[in-house]
């Protein structure tokens, strides 16, 4: 028989075979169409009907004189856990509480803002209050509202970024009580890490804006171990796993006697003690996106590099630091000769900015993990040390929060 006639007639029985058994394989895919369908609509509805979302603005008195401790103690609020049961995650779609810390500069004027659950309000305002006692907590209406990215008549420029750690999460960042930031020095001594940060914001010129947003969830295990079945990545195991890898126990065992920590270069010895002060905190999945935006032709590369360096001295040859990641260029003119691409993502990117969407469809990215302590670091109230003018400070100073606070 001729090749061609077998090829036609493979492809023939091929094709009776696929339809006669349609009735075996047509539900099943029905079905798991049906069931993705349903969980992004009742989650879709769940985020937006019965868990909205308020900003929450804070003002600054003129002189903060705690550490970034406080912040990490204010942070606990947000280790929140609860997503319901099976059931109530089909039938209502709950989900997991995310949070928003965000720092924001609108032509210079710097703003510190928390989006987050409607339900978490009040609980929010008491452990900030707490802790620092003399600031102001206003609910106020979303800043990304008032760009209308998009419309031709706005004209608004837009560039966005990503960042990731650049070593996994069992690396700790450079932190606080690195910078010597726990001991409460006098404020002449002080080198506070969000300094740069906060200079750079307060840089930003008319017309331009720069966003950054850190979204954070209590930690997981949600991605499944390459090579294993049931296994999913714990970042507490991964830290233990490096400790030992780096004091070499595993040859001890097998050697009968542990002289790894003898063994322990100082570099060494600082990355496994800052390893294990790292899985005594508070873990929380992250993902930072910042975005710049001008308007009338003033978009100026400036920011644009500014935006890629301003979480570089968080980080440390030997322990982690903040890589950039997706950002809304390409390196090379080939890449999108014709400029779909390019705009496709930004566009993508704005809109997961204005949702602030990172864990879950139809924004769902493979998130990394910080601790409190590292959290406190990148995003706490800084003190008399930041000198930046449009570092908006209350004028009078509260003597205590509000007698009537909500409980």
Avoid at 32 to 58: A, D, F, G
Avoid at 156 to 173: C, H, N, Q, R
Avoid at 321 to 329: C, E, N, Q, R
Avoid at 344 to 366: D, H, L, N
């Amino acid at each position: 028989m001729p090749f061609n006639e077998v090829f036609i007639s493979s492809l023939w029985f091929t094709f009776n075979t696929i339809t006669h058994n349609a009735v075996y394989w047509v539900p099943v895919i029905l079905v798991y169409t049906l069931y993705h369908l349903w969980y992004r609509y009742i989650r879709s509805y769940y985020l937006k009907e019965k868990n909205p979302w308020v900003n929450l603005e804070i003002k600054l008195p003129k002189i903060i004189s705690k550490s970034p401790k406080a912040m990490e103690v204010a942070l606990g609020i947000f280790h929140q856990g609860f997503e319901g049961t099976w059931l109530t995650r089909f039938t209502e779609g709950i989900v997991r509480s995310w949070f928003s810390l965000e720092l924001i500069s609108v032509e210079g004027k710097i703003r510190f803002i928390i989006r987050v659950p409607k339900f978490f309000k009040n609980l929010v305002q008491s452990h900030l209050y707490s802790q620092y006692p003399e600031i102001e907590i206003y609910e106020v209406e979303d800043y990304t509202r008032e760009v209308a990215y998009g419309d031709p008549k706005a004209k608004w420029s837009f560039w966005g970024v990503e960042f990731g750690l650049e070593k996994p999460d069992a690396y700790p960042i450079k932190t606080y009580i690195d910078y010597g930031l726990d001991k409460d020095p006098k404020e002449e001594f002080k080198v506070d890490p969000m300094t740069p940060v906060i200079e750079y914001l307060g840089s930003v010129g008319a017309n331009e804006q720069v966003w950054i947003q850190i979204l954070i969830m209590k930690t997981k295990d949600r991605f499944p171990i390459l090579g294993k079945w049931f296994d999913k990545q714990d970042w507490r195991k991964d830290s233990q796993a490096l400790v030992d890898k780096l004091m070499n126990r595993d040859k001890s065992k097998e050697e009968g006697a542990n002289f790894g920590a003898l063994m322990l270069s100082p570099g060494q010895r600082e990355v496994v003690e800052a390893v294990e002060r790292s899985v005594s905190k508070l873990g929380f999945d992250c993902g930072i996106r910042a975005v710049y935006l001008a308007r009338d032709g003033k978009f100026n590369v400036y920011n644009q590099v500014g935006l890629m360096s301003a979480l570089k001295q968080f980080g440390s040859l030997h322990l982690n630091g903040f890589k950039p990641g997706l950002k809304t260029s390409f390196d090379f003119p080939w890449q999108d000769p014709f400029g779909w691409r390019l705009a496709k993502r930004k566009r993508e990117m704005f809109e997961a900015y204005v949702r602030r969407g990172y864990f879950y469809p139809p924004v769902q990215k493979k998130p990394f993990v910080l601790n409190a302590e590292e959290l406190a670091t990148i995003y706490h109230f800084p003190g008399e040390v930041a000198k930046t003018p449009s570092l908006g400070h209350i004028e009078s100073k509260r003597g205590e929060p509000p007698t009537n606070l909500p409980i």
